[in-house]
């Protein structure tokens, strides 16, 4: 069985007191920087067993090997036994951490994935909040033998050395047990003019980024024998913090390095579609096509049977009263289009309603989610994405076709069409066309052909429900 909690070796105290006193953080310090709560934070320290993926984050960030800071697998399994996650235990936890084992219906998918990374890296995409980094990081915790996933989120990275940084720190935890990284503690060494033997790197080599990170690379690749996969989430909002010419370099570097290390893989992910920040740098002046190596693959929401599974453990484990869950557990899945952060967030509050649940309270519940100016359901980003990554032309385009098909049926070009002409602002024909494929490249849109032929239509009805009440169509 994969473990799924892990506890501090208590041999271990004083490594993660002196870290925290190096470092010069707090419990409180920690856990905010890691969105993690502070009872894990202090479980972590007294040695009590944490949930897998936070102890490995709050090993890398205490700069800590977690396989050697963990109980030895033998006292692990004698105390894991009382915390063996159970099937009952399911509780909602919208957009919260939750361990592998809460993670339903994604085994098919990463066994794909595992798959498809024996061949060739792979960017995953998908429309927010569909489960793309639960996923990877189920990946990570759960990966087979010949792989080394390596999961870091780079959304707070603000510069190529920093991100550099960051990949070495996680290469050095990995590589505690095969021996040192040695060529960048040489090169550092040879920067700074004394043996170097810090974790964080000295201004000076700011300028060294490539090197730093080829080199890195270099001992990765060198001192194990697995096949390297380094999971990097958010890389969009990385490349987005960082000048152009800064993400142009980032971009074509990482692709030299996965032609010449033929051991590395790396997968993209994020929750801003790559395309945007590769078209802007193509502004920019750039021409290149960075990552024509990797393969696209899109993540979808969860097969109904799966979502159905997911929400009757969520159902159970709140201990809703239900009559059939079988019934219950497929509307309220249908209701959101089998998305599981939003399964999350109806069981919550399904849980606090005292009546009978049928479908139209189900469906009441939803639209006053979605109502809610308090964002609960987070879905401005919908509206924020059109004016932070559509220009001036195209956002007029982007809003009446949103508009249009927020209030029809699957409809034809030529009608949604008709519609922009008679608009002051969406005068031309083709821009109309490619705002239409930017809208399905960015998962408000697909286009289906059916009986009165090719239609555009919302990819979910959750999206086109939230459009039309926001825009008080
Ligand atoms: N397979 C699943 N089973 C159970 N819950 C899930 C699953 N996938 C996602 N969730 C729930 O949905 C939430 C959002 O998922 P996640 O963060 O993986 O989405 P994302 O696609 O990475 O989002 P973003 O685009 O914002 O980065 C999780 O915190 C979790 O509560
Ligand atoms: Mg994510």
């Not at 519940?365 to 059109?386: A, C, F, G, Q, T």
Request: proline residues 5%; hydrophobic residues 35%; contains cysteine.
């Amino acid at each position: 069985m994969a473990r799924s909690s892990l506890q501090l070796n208590s041999k271990w105290i004083p490594k993660v007191e002196e870290s925290l006193a190096t470092q010069q953080l707090t419990q409180r310090t920690i856990a905010e920087r890691l969105e993690i709560s502070r009872s894990s934070v202090s479980k972590f320290i007294n040695c009590k067993p944490v949930a897998l993926n936070t102890f490995i984050r709050l090993c890398q960030e205490l700069n800590l090997d977690w396989n050697g800071a963990s109980q030895p697998e033998r006292e692990w399994n004698d105390s894991i036994e009382s915390f063996r996650f159970k099937q009952d235990d399911f509780k909602s936890n919208p957009g919260g951490q939750i361990s592998p084992d809460e993670i339903v219906g994604r085994d098919r998918l990463i066994e794909q994935l595992w798959d498809r990374l024996r061949q060739q890296s792979f960017i995953f995409s998908g429309e927010r909040r569909i489960g793309k980094s639960s996923t990877l990081k189920k990946m990570t915790l759960e990966a087979p033998e010949d792989m080394l996933p390596i999961y870091r989120d780079l959304e707070g990275i603000r510069s190529p050395i920093e991100f550099v940084e960051v990949i070495w720190q996680d290469t050095e935890t990995y590589l505690r047990e095969a021996g040192k990284a040695q060529r960048v503690r040489e090169f550092v060494s040879e920067l700074i003019g004394s043996h170097f033997t810090g974790y964080r790197f000295p201004e000076i080599t700011a300028p060294h980024w490539k090197t730093l990170l080829t080199k890195t690379i270099e001992d990765l690749v060198t001192l194990q024998s697995k096949q390297i996969v380094f999971i990097w989430d958010e890389i969009p909002h990385l490349l987005g913090n960082f000048s152009d010419e800064a993400a142009m370099e980032t971009l074509d570097i990482l692709r030299s390095l996965r032609q010449t290390y033929p051991d590395i893989r790396m997968v993209f992910s994020g929750s801003i579609g790559l395309h945007h920040i590769i078209k802007n740098l193509q502004k920019a002046g750039y021409s290149n096509d960075p990552t024509n190596d990797m393969y696209p693959v899109d993540g979808q929401p969860l097969a109904q049977e799966d979502a159905i599974q997911l929400t009757i453990n969520l159902l159970r484990g709140e201990d809703v009263t239900i009559f059939n869950f079988q019934e219950t557990a497929t509307e309220i899945a249908l209701a959101v289009d089998c998305i599981p952060f939003y399964i999350h967030h109806l069981v919550n509050q399904l849980k606090d309603y005292s009546g009978e649940i049928n479908q139209e309270i189900i469906m009441n519940i939803v639209d006053e989610s979605l109502r809610n100016p308090l964002n609960l359901w987070k879905m401005e980003h919908y509206r924020e994405r059109i004016d932070n990554y559509y220009n001036d032309i195209q956002k007029p385009y982007a809003l009446e076709i949103l508009d249009i098909l927020s209030i029809n049926p699957p409809t034809p070009f030529q009608r949604i069409w008709q519609y922009l002409k008679s608009e002051p602002h969406t005068q031309d024909k083709e821009t109309a066309r490619s705002v239409l494929r930017l809208l399905m490249k960015d998962y408000y849109l697909i286009q289906e052909d059916n009986l009165s032929g090719s239609t555009y239509t919302f990819r979910y009805q959750l999206v086109q429900k939230y459009w039309r009440i926001s825009r008080g169509l």
